[in-house]
Each structure stands twice: as structure tokens, then as C-alpha cells.
């Protein structure tokens, strides 16, 4: 740049503008201000808002479980990471918080646990005018895509004016008008751009303002996958049929006496084991379990008690007297009554997965968004939901060979200890000397050499003294917590 020109006054203004350009800004200082922004402050309330339902898959052991915690946990939760995404999209506002968006989940799953079909619903921002959205309900089809409207419609405009003066005598244009939409947000592909691969939107579905995630859910199905090394299957299957119907099921389950739950009761409608089609899958064996509700910790209790008849511990008759809660008529007097939980180890998180959540016939039409992503000639190999899923598969059986060959390679030198369980089918004698591998599951296991069975052991506390105790408790503390927050408010 040429200065032979430039006048005295041109030049001092020129250098200051340099000098100003190479002094380091710190934290403290805030960035000098984007006039293209001045008027891009987002108003939450000039937007129509539509319900919608919200079906995702994650990996359970990436997150510190599915819901948001009041306190800082150690690992991301998987709602936490949703409600960030939501809120960078500008589809919910995110300081109005859960309540805000009338957030609702279809079943908490907690640390460890993963999901194939978790729902949540909630209101979110929508680009139809309502006429629009009440046309789009659960049961009707959906409008047709327009292909005139980008996804993504909050990026900055580049034509703005610039070459002015004090920010102070700018006259800022207003946001120009945009044209209605005919098609409503791709919420699956804008969302899904936000989040990491652990977490995937699945698709969405219009609802009703009166849907529940949590009350129209009619029923959930869980799996727990499991190597079937040292188990009889048949023994298992057997426990695990007799928990189908109504039961009360608080000898398979952890009391949580915040709830102040005082029933146990809930309907498993089937409980199967089977083996996992698919090569990869390596000879694994799954539970199918489904069920109108579940208890806290019900499955992987339950999955507990069916590795003990599965080894021989136990018969598969345990299940029928753990369920046997009550003596005479409501109880099997030929069995003994067990009103408290014996102590046992619950079953490892890292293999339970919340598969499916069931709802009624017209309460949802699930809408995936994906022909937009493969109608796009420019979007990258695997773009699609289902290219990132299955190479996620296809490292992870990757992974599983690798393994495979380790311990084919290790089989040179190192023999594999004697199988002594199931005891049935070995004919080994706990001798007290001896130690057994308990299985929980997960491929970890509790070592033991002495054996208790499960209804000779320690019993806890009945619920009603539990739940007492935390009302005494913790619970009266926190209401004078509460009462006085309340009480300082109004002041």
C-alpha cells in the first residue's frame, strides 16, 4: 500500500488503527461488536411452537445415564447433551429450562445403560404457521418437502452494509421477511449434525398438545445380551417365564426411598431367551423383556437371579418364592414368604438396553428425514443415519476378531481353567475350598468359594421402614430447604 499521499491526519489514524489491531485482547476485554448481529437477537415468542416426539439410540457407557442431574456428574448425561443440541438449533429456548419445553421421557435408564428407541417429547420451535401445524397431525400425512427452504435457516446474512462510521448512528435494517414454509424442520438431520455419533435421533413424530412421553407410553422392551459360557439356557428360560403376569416385584429391585413408593406390583408380559441372530454376534444369547413398567435396578435384579439358576446355584423355582411376598391367600403357602429382598449383587449395566417403548395406534407417525440426506448429490459417502450406524458395527466387530485372535494366540501357552459351572451338568461340589465365578453379567463376575443360597441370606429392611426413615430424614431436611427458599422469595 502506497502512503506518499496521505495526509498527516490520514496516517496518525492509520497507525492507531495498526497498533490497535496488534494489542492482545485478554479474557477480560470483551470482542468488539459484529454490527450483523446487533439485530439477530433470536425472540423465542415470535415463533410458532409445535409438540413433537423424539426417538434416539446412545451408547450407555459414553454418559454418566440418561437424566439431567442437578449436580456436576462425572460423564455427560445423554439428556443434557439433547437439551445443548436443542438449544444451539434454536428449536427450544434454553434458558427456559426442561419446563420450558414441557420435556417428558418415555423411561430413565441409568449410568451404563444404553437405549435403541428411548422417546422424549417436548415443544419445540416449528417454520409452519399453525393452520400447518394442526394439519400435520400423528395421523395424518405429513406436507410436502420443499425444496426452496434450506435447512438450516439461521445463518448470517452476508449483505449488510458496511463503510460506516460510530455504530451509534447506524440505522440497522430489519431481518428481512421470509416467504411461509411448506415443509417443517428436518428435526432428525439438523439435530443429528449437532450431537456426537454416541447419541443418534432415530426420527420425530408430530403429537397431540396432550401426548406424554411418560403416560401414553403403554408398554417397554428391554434387552440384555449374554455370553452363554457355563449357563443352561433351559434352566433359564424356566426362571425367567415365571415372572410373566402381575406380580409384586420388590425382591427384584433396589428401594429407592425418595419415591416413597409403597407398591411393588407391576405386569411383565413376556420374559424369552434366545440366541442373537447374526454371525458377529458369536454364539450371545439375549433376554427379551416387556413389561408395563419397571422398578428401579428391576431388570438387571432380575437378570442376577436368572445367572444363579442359569449356573446351578439356584433352581429356577427361586424366581416363584422371591415373588411369594405375602402368606395365605395372596401367597403360595407351600413356599416360604420373603416380604424383603435378600442380599445379592445385581447384574452389570453395560449389557442392558432400553430396545423399545410401545405406544397406541394413532399416537404417533414417526418421520425419519432421511430422503433429504440422500437426495443430496453432494452429502458424503455414509451420510446417512443408517452408513454411520452400521460402520460403528462394523469397527466394533473389528474389535471382537482382534480379540478373538488374542486369545486364540494365548491358548498356546495357557490352558483354560475347568469349568465348574453349571453344577448340574459338571457334577462339581462347593466345597467351601474350592472358588466358583458367579456371573453378573458384562463379562465380570464375583469370585467365591462359599456359597449361601439366596433364601438363606441376610434380608434387608422392609420398604415401609425404609421409606419412614427417609421421611424423618433427608426428606424433612430438604422440605425446610425448600420452605425456606420459598420464604426468601417472597421477602
Known amino acids: 500500500m502506497s502512503y506518499e499521499n496521505w495526509s498527516k491526519e490520514d496516517l496518525i489514524a492509520r497507525l492507531t488503527l495498526l497498533e490497535g489491531e496488534k494489542e492482545p485482547r485478554t479474557s477480560t476485554t470483551p470482542p468488539p461488536p459484529n454490527p450483523r448481529r446487533l439485530w439477530k437477537t433470536f425472540d423465542f415468542s415470535s415463533h410458532p411452537r409445535r409438540k413433537i416426539a423424539l426417538k434416539f439410540c446412545y451408547s450407555g457407557w459414553a454418559y454418566n445415564g440418561l437424566a439431567i442431574q ?54 419445540v420451535r416449528s417454520a409452519l404457521i399453525k393452520a400447518a401445524i394442526d394439519s400435520t397431525a400423528p395421523n395424518a400425512p405429513p406436507p410436502e418437502p420443499s425444496r426452496e427452504d434450506p435447512v438450516e435457516d439461521l445463518a448470517d446474512s452476508d449483505a449488510f452494509p458496511g463503510d460506516f462510521g460510530s455504530l451509534d448512528d447506524i440505522d440497522f435494517p430489519a431481518p428481512p421477511k421470509r416467504a411461509p414454509r411448506k415443509s417443517e424442520h428436518s428435526y432428525t438431520l439438523i439435530l443429528n449434525r449437532l450431537l456426537p455419533p454416541t447419541i443418534r435421533i432415530l426420527a420425530w413424530s408430530p403429537v397431540t398438545p396432550d401426548f406424554s412421553a411418560r403416560f401414553n407410553c403403554k408398554s417397554r422392551h428391554y434387552k440384555y445380551f449374554f455370553a452363554p459360557d457355563n449357563l443352561d439356557i433351559g434352566r433359564m428360560r424356566d426362571a425367567a417365564a415365571r415372572l410373566v403376569g402381575l406380580h409384586d416385584f420388590r425382591n427384584f429391585c433396589k428401594l ?18 434366545s440366541p442373537v441372530a447374526g454371525a458377529a454376534a458369536a454364539g450371545m444369547h439375549v433376554l427379551d423383556l416387556t413389561g408395563s413398567a419397571f422398578l428401579y435396578h428391576q431388570v438387571r435384579h432380575i437378570m442376577a437371579v436368572l ?10 423355582a427361586v424366581v416363584t418364592a422371591l415373588l411369594n411376598v405375602a402368606p395365605g391367600a395372596e401367597g403360595d403357602p407351600a413356599l416360604p414368604t420373603v416380604d424383603t429382598r435378600p442380599e445379592y449383587q445385581m447384574a452389570d449395566a453395560l449389557p442392558l438396553m432400553l430396545y423399545a417403548c410401545h405406544f397406541g395406534a394413532g399416537d ?68 467351601g475350598r474350592t472358588a466358583v465365578n458367579v456371573p453378573l453379567g458384562g463379562a465380570e463376575f464375583r469370585r467365591t468359594a462359599k456359597y449361601v443360597p439366596l433364601l438363606e441370606r441376610n434380608r434387608g429392611e422392609h420398604f415401609e421402614v425404609v421409606n419412614e426413615r427417609w421421611r424423618v430424614g433427608k426428606g424433612a431436611r430438604r422440605d425446610e430447604r425448600r420452605k425456606a427458599a420459598e420464604e426468601e422469595g417472597e421477602e
Not at 261 to 273: G, N, P
Not at 366 to 390: F, N, S
Not at 396 to 412: G, I, K, P, T
Request: contains cysteine; charged residues 20%; proline residues 8%.
Open 364 to 431: 404417533l407417525a414417526w418421520q425419519a428425514d432421511e430422503a433429504d440426506a440422500d437426495a443430496d448429490a453432494l452429502a458424503p459417502l455414509g451420510a446417512g443415519l443408517h452408513h454411520q450406524l452400521h460402520a460403528r458395527c462394523a469397527r466394533s466387530e473389528m474389535y471382537a476378531a482382534l480379540n478373538r485372535e488374542f486369545l486364540r494366540a494365548a491358548a498356546a501357552h495357557h490352558a483354560p481353567p475347568p469349568a465348574r459351572l453349571p453344577l448340574h451338568a459338571t457334577g462339581f461340589v462347593p466345597d
Open 307 to 316: 445367572f444363579l439358576a442359569g449356573s446351578g446355584l439356584e433352581p429356577p
Open 256 to 273: 429407592d426411598p425418595a419415591k416413597q413408593l409403597t407398591t411393588y406390583v407391576r405386569r411383565v408380559m413376556s420374559a424369552d431367551i
Open 70 to 123: 442437578a449436580d456436576t456428574t462425572p460423564l455427560p448425561t445423554v439428556e443434557g447433551v439433547i437439551f445443548d443440541a436443542l438449544g444451539k438449533a434454536r428449536l427450544i429456548d434454553p434458558d427456559a429450562g426442561l419446563e420450558g419445553c414441557g420435556w417428558e421421557r418415555c423411561g430413565r435408564t441409568d449410568r451404563g445403560v444404553s437405549a435403541g428407541g428411548q422417546v422424549i417429547s417436548l415443544w
